[in-house]
């Protein structure tokens, strides 16, 4: 699982209230990722980090922020919980160097937004 | 901008027949191209990847790839499937620069029955 750890693995909130998630990797990668997993659309990804306090906007990144103030954890807040947010977040990092980059996925986070 | 097609929502089959999951790409730079896998309440594996060279791909599994450049396609095969290749099939491609951002399709589940 390439050390990385996701908190908390299930979460139910109510509409309007401020949600944080945690992605916890331990090998020091450069690169962390967030995604999102829906029916019928795959993964998306939301935002990413190239080092700490370097993000950017992936694709779905409207009603989303994050944070990476350490290497180790990069923060994904949904400022206001929205029902069209419940979902499966995922974070990723990738390891290695040029050809020899791999991708590894932690084991989700199940939001449900009520 | 990029993105990824499979057509095929689920695809059932029967224990030690073939399979084919379809996949076909559109980008406006070059890309490289994987296929992962996800069991259930799992995050994600990587099963192959094409990066350059040979255009046939052999992942884990026994699973295999082929990259088809005019017809912008990456179909994924396996000759004999068991019980336990039931799972959900992603196709995803990412630019080749160091962001390392993936595209994923919306997924095929293939469903292999006794």
């Known amino acids: 699982d390439a050390g990385i750890t996701q908190s908390p693995r299930h979460k139910v909130t109510e509409t309007g209230t401020p949600v944080t998630l945690r992605c916890h990797q331990t090998?020091?990668?450069?690169?962390m990722y967030w995604y999102r997993q829906d029916p019928g659309h795959g993964l998306r990804l939301i935002h990413y980090?190239?080092?700490?306090?370097?993000?950017d906007k992936g694709e779905v990144s409207d009603g989303y922020s994050v944070s990476r103030s350490k290497t180790e954890d990069f923060l994904l807040t949904l400022e206001s919980a929205t029902s069209s947010q419940t979902s499966v977040y995922f974070c990723?990092?990738?390891?290695?160097?040029?050809?020899?980059?791999?991708?590894?996925f932690g084991q989700g986070t199940r939001l449900t937004v009520v | 901008a990029q993105s990824v097609t499979q057509l095929d929502s689920q695809v059932p089959v029967f224990e030690e027949a073939p399979v084919e999951l379809r996949c076909n790409y559109s980008?406006?730079?070059?890309?490289?191209l994987f296929w992962y896998v996800q069991y259930p309440n799992q995050g994600l594996q990587l099963l192959l990847k094409?990066?350059?060279?040979?255009?046939l791909v052999k992942g884990i599994n026994g699973f295999e790839a082929e990259f088809n450049k005019s017809q912008t396609s990456f179909h994924l095969r396996k000759p004999s499937v068991h019980i336990s290749d039931t799972a959900e099939y992603f196709c995803?491609?990412?630019?080749?620069?160091?962001?390392?951002?993936?595209?994923f399709g919306s997924g095929t589940r293939l469903l292999v029955r006794p």
């Open positions: 990723a990092i990738t390891e290695g160097t040029g050809l020899n980059t791999e991708a590894f």
């Open positions: 090998e020091n990668h450069r690169y």
């Open positions: 980090s190239y080092g700490v306090k370097d993000t």
């Open positions: 980008s406006s730079v070059s890309v490289y």
């Open positions: 094409y990066l350059s060279g040979s255009t």
């Open positions: 995803a491609v990412s630019p080749m620069d160091s962001s390392y951002k993936l595209i």
